[in-house]
C-alpha cells in the first residue's frame, strides 16, 4: 500500500504538532525518527484514521480512506491495549472478527505465536503480561490478519536481545513481502541495520 | 424490651417455618426488583455505551443532568410515574396503577439513570481504549459493541447488582404505585413500614432480616468480583 500525505497540519488545542508539506511512504520497510513530541504517535494516528486533522489530505493509493483500507491496515501502539483473555484469544481475535473457521485461526495463531517465539505464552492472561511479552502478543495480534499496512509505535522497546533480533528479521521479511510497514523507532542504529529508508520528523 | 427479643425469636420461626404471606411478598418484592433491573439494563447499557464513546454538544451538561437524576429520591420517582399511570394520567387507560407492573415501571425509572450513571462512567474511562483496539484490529458495528461489553463484564455486572440492590431497597416509589394490596403489591419494604405501624413487629423483623441477608448476598457477590481483579 502507498500512502501519501499532502499539506497535512494538526493542531492540539490551537498548538500546531504536524505540519507536512509531501509526504510518501511506499511498499517496504521506512524508519521514523524524530525527537520525544515531534508528532510520531499523531501521524501514525491519523494514517490510521483513529485521529482528525484541520487541514490537508492521507491518501492510500491515491484514494481516501474506505472500509476495504480500514480492514488490511492496523497500528500497534505505543502502549498496546490487551484483552482480558488469553494470549492465544487476544492474536485470535482479528480473525474471529473476519470470521475465519476456527480450524484456520487455530492454524494462523498456533503458526504466529511459534514465530515469535511465544508459544509457551497462549494460555496466560493478556492482562497480566511483562512489558516485553505484550509488545511480542501485540504484535503477533497485528501480524496474523497480514495488513498490507502496518504500523508500529515503539513497539520493541521493551524487548531482549534475543527477541530483538527475531522481531526485527520478522519485520523486514514481513515488508520485503510487498507490505507497508512503518516503524517508529528511538534508536538510530536499529533504524540504520533495518532499512535505509529513514524519514526524520521535525518539530513543527 | 422483651418484645425485641421476642421479635426475633418469632421472626426466625416464620423464616424457617415458610410462612406462606412472607415468602409471598419475598418473592414479589425480588421479581419487581429484577425485572426493573434487568429491562432497564438493556436501555441504559448500550445507551451508556455510546454516550461513553462519543463526545458530543454539551455532553458535560448531560452528564450533570444525569448524575443529578442518579441520586433522586424514590418519592419524587413513585410520584411522576403515578402521575403519568392514574385514571386521568396520559396512560390512565392501561389501567396500570397498583399492579406489579406499575411497580416494575417506577423501578425501571428509578435505576435507569443510576445504570446509565455508573456504565457510563467505566465506558468514559476505559471503554475508549477498549473500542480503539477493537477498531485497529478491524472490528466494527455489532463486533464493537460485543468486544466492549465483553471487556467491561465485570464492571458492568457490578452495576446491575448495584442498581439491583437500590431497586429492592427503595419504599417510596413502589409505594406510590403499587399501594402495598395484600397478595397483590406487597414487597418486602412496604410491609416493614406497614406492620410497624401495625404494631406487628415480628413479621416487620422477620422482613427486616431477609432484606439484609438480600444486601449481604449481593455485597459479597461485589466483593467477590472486586477481589478478583486485583
Ligand atoms: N491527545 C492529545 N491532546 C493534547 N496534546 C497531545 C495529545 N496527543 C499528543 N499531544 C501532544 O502532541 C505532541 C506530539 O505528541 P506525540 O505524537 O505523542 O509525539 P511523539 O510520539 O513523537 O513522542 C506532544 O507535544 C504532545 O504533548
Ligand atoms: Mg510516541
Request: charge should be positive; glycine fraction near 6%.
Amino acid at each position: 500500500m502507498n500512502i501519501r500525505l499532502k499539506n497535512l497540519e494538526k493542531k492540539f488545542y490551537k498548538k500546531p504538532v504536524l505540519n507536512i508539506e509531501n509526504l510518501e511512504f511506499t511498499k517496504g520497510l521506512t524508519c521514523i525518527m524524530g525527537s520525544n513530541g515531534s508528532g510520531k504517535s499523531t501521524l501514525l494516528n491519523i494514517i490510521s484514521g483513529n485521529l482528525n486533522y484541520e487541514n490537508g489530505q492521507v491518501l492510500y493509493n491515491d484514494k481516501p480512506f474506505t472500509k476495504d483500507i480500514y480492514s488490511s491496515m492496523t497500528l500497534v501502539e505505543q502502549k498496546p491495549y490487551m484483552l482480558s483473555r488469553s494470549v492465544y484469544d487476544n492474536v485470535a481475535y482479528p480473525l474471529r472478527i473476519r470470521r475465519y473457521t476456527n480450524r484456520e485461526v487455530h492454524t494462523k495463531v498456533e503458526e504466529i505465536l511459534q514465530n515469535l517465539q511465544i508459544t509457551e505464552l497462549k494460555k496466560n492472561r493478556g492482562d497480566e503480561l511483562s512489558g516485553g511479552e505484550i509488545q511480542k502478543v501485540a504484535l503477533a495480534r497485528a501480524l496474523v490478519f497480514s495488513p498490507k499496512l502496518l504500523m508500529l509505535d515503539e513497539s520493541t522497546s521493551n524487548m531482549d536481545k534475543k527477541s530483538l533480533e527475531n522481531v526485527e528479521r520478522i519485520i523486514r521479511n514481513y515488508a520485503q513481502m510487498g507490505n507497508t510497514v512503518l516503524f517508529v523507532t528511538h534508536d538510530l542504529n536499529q533504524a540504520k541495520s533495518l532499512t535505509e529508508n529513514i524519514v526524520n520528523l521535525q518539530e513543527v | 424490651m422483651d418484645y425485641i427479643a421476642n421479635g426475633f425469636l418469632k421472626a426466625l420461626n416464620l423464616i424457617v417455618s415458610m410462612d406462606m404471606e412472607l415468602y409471598k411478598i419475598i418473592a414479589l418484592s425480588i421479581f419487581v426488583s429484577v425485572s426493573g433491573t434487568l429491562i432497564s439494563a438493556l436501555f441504559s447499557i448500550p445507551l451508556a455505551i455510546f454516550l461513553g464513546l462519543r463526545n458530543f454538544y454539551l455532553k458535560k451538561v448531560y452528564t450533570r443532568l444525569l448524575y443529578t437524576f442518579m441520586s433522586t429520591p424514590s418519592v419524587l420517582v413513585g410520584l411522576l410515574v403515578a402521575l403519568f399511570l392514574s385514571r386521568r394520567g396520559p396512560f390512565g387507560w392501561m389501567q396500570l396503577m397498583y399492579t406489579p407492573a406499575a411497580m416494575i415501571i417506577a423501578q425501571f425509572v428509578l435505576v435507569t439513570p443510576l445504570m446509565t450513571g455508573l456504565v457510563f462512567n467505566i465506558v468514559n474511562k476505559r471503554g475508549k481504549l477498549i473500542e480503539k483496539t477493537g477498531r485497529l484490529l478491524g472490528a466494527r458495528g455489532i463486533d464493537l459493541l460485543i468486544l466492549i461489553i465483553r471487556e467491561l463484564k465485570v464492571e458492568i455486572t457490578m452495576a446491575l447488582l448495584t442498581s439491583f440492590s437500590r431497586a429492592i431497597s427503595e419504599v417510596g416509589a413502589v409505594m406510590i404505585v403499587g399501594g402495598n394490596i395484600k397478595g397483590h403489591t406487597r414487597v418486602i419494604t412496604t410491609s416493614i413500614v406497614m406492620f410497624n405501624s401495625m404494631g406487628d413487629y415480628e413479621i416487620a423483623i422477620a422482613l427486616g432480616l431477609i432484606l439484609l441477608l438480600i444486601s449481604l448476598l449481593m455485597n459479597s457477590i461485589l466483593y467477590g468480583f472486586k477481589g478478583d481483579r486485583q
